[in-house]
Nanobody
Framework: QVQLVESGGGLVQAGGSLRLSCAAS????????MGWYHQAPGKQRELVAV???????NYADSVKGRFTISRDNAKNTVYLQMDSLKPEDTAVYYC???????????????WGQGTQVTVSS
């Protein structure tokens, strides 16, 4: 089995910062892309940022210049540094990892349990 455990969500005032972490564990052979999505109430889950195992990052237009995604391949962990937060960033944030399990040739996308980020105005 593979598990993704998130941490770092919470309540912050507009203009503030939060840092999310997501650690993957289990029978992992390798991890390709890792990333973050968010889902606001009544809306679909949307991509926030994604990073390849080589460190190439892509961002949603709404967070460019404010959020930074990074990863530590030795720890199978992805981070999301969120600065200059806005009330519209309020959502549940989910991490994902595209994993090849030990003794398998298939890539599977695993998800974290979600962490709430609330930005007050």
């Amino acid at each position: 089995q593979v598990q993704l455990v998130e941490s770092g969500g919470g309540l912050v005032q507009a203009g503030g910062s939060l840092r999310l972490s997501c650690a993957a564990s289990g029978s992992i052979s390798s991890i390709n892309n890792m990333g973050w999505y968010h889902q606001a109430p009544g809306k679909q889950r949307e991509l926030v940022a994604v990073i390849t195992n080589g460190g190439i990052a892509n961002y949603a237009d709404s967070v460019k210049g404010r959020f930074t995604i990074s990863r530590d391949n030795a720890k199978n962990t992805v981070y999301l540094q969120m600065d200059s937060l806005k009330p519209e960033d309020t959502a549940v944030y989910y991490c994902h990892a595209d994993v090849k399990r030990s003794y398998s040739s298939s890539w599977i996308r695993y998800w974290g349990q979600g962490t709430q980020v609330t930005v007050s105005s």
